[in-house]
């Protein structure tokens, strides 16, 4: 029985190189409390994000910034109920892998503390020493590179990265050296179709795409984006599976049904 159409095994990292490997796209959400991690899980979606979007969608805050440590824990503890066959990641909040030390002490508490499978941290090159550090001590990374939420204020808006030759050689090159220092999931966001395609046939990795095109491994969305529920503008990479669906399980199985079959992303959710 595949990875895939096995609901009853829990997904890990093995069964996601897998599906790489098969060809097989596997499907991601984000989700921050019990309920909805549930319905993921039973909808068959492979990994479940508790990601710091939770700041937006759940908290109400204009960014990402404010999301702390403590946030973060507490809601990745209430996914992690919900959860018996996705894998469940959560993300590193601003400024909680400054250093590596720093980096540990937070990565061991979202998986000890919040049931965690795997931490997402947003960085390239400058945070090398950092993945290295976590992957030396067994814990799994997830990368994620493209547009970087937690940096909009240096970033100045929230823009597609990598439009530009010196900018793209750039997000080729931080793939690379993730990679070996040990990352062993890229996210990809906001970025090119050409350019994500590229990444993803330079790396061994499975690769998560959101508004990086049909190339990717993988895709992820907001779970507020899907449903159609999402405070404030939505970015064009998002798609409201709400709108055809009579239902939130049927919106969720829709979504993950589009992004097996590669219905999804269209055109229209992708940037050149
Ligand atoms: O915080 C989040 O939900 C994320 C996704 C948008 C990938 O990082």
């Given at each position: 029985m595949s990875a895939q159409s096995d609901h009853s095994t829990r997904i890990t990292i093995t069964s996601l190189r897998e599906m790489k490997q098969k060809k097989q796209r596997f499907t991601c959400l984000t989700a921050y409390d019990a309920a909805f991690a549930r319905l993921l899980d039973q909808s068959g979606i492979d990994l479940v994000l508790v990601g710091d979007s939770l700041g937006m969608?759940?908290?109400?805050?204009?960014?990402?910034?404010?999301?702390?440590m403590d946030d973060m824990v507490y809601h990745c503890r209430l996914a992690a109920r919900g959860l018996s066959r996705a894998m469940l990641v959560a993300d590193m909040p601003?400024?909680?892998?400054?250093?590596p030390d720093q980096a540990l002490a937070n990565a061991a508490r979202l998986m000890?503390?919040?049931?965690?499978?795997m931490v997402k941290l947003e960085g390239g090159d400058a945070q090398h020493d950092i993945v290295k550090h976590l992957s030396g001590n067994g814990v799994p990374v997830c990368a994620h590179i493209g547009l970087?939420?937690?940096s909009i204020h240096k970033m100045g808006g929230y823009r597609v990265q990598g439009r530009q030759k010196h900018s793209a050689e750039a997000m080729l090159y931080d793939a690379e050296i993730l990679q070996k220092a040990g990352a062993d999931i890229l996210l990809l966001e906001c970025v090119p179709v050409k350019l994500a395609q590229e990444i993803v046939g330079n790396v061994d990795l499975p690769v998560i795409g959101i508004g990086a095109?049909?190339?990717?491994?993988a895709q992820i969305l907001v779970l507020h984006d899907v449903l159609g529920i999402t405070p404030g503008p939505v970015p064009r990479?998002?798609?409201?599976?709400?709108?055809?669906?009579?239902?939130i399980p049927a919106a969720i199985s829709a979504y993950a049904q589009a992004v097996r079959e590669g219905s999804f992303p269209e055109a229209k959710h992708c940037f050149d």
């Open positions: 969608v759940v908290q109400g805050h204009d960014t990402t910034v404010p999301v702390t601003f400024l909680s892998y400054s250093t000890q503390q919040g049931g965690a499978q970087k939420p937690q095109g049909p190339y990717c491994d990479f998002a798609k409201n599976f709400m709108e055809q669906a009579g239902s």
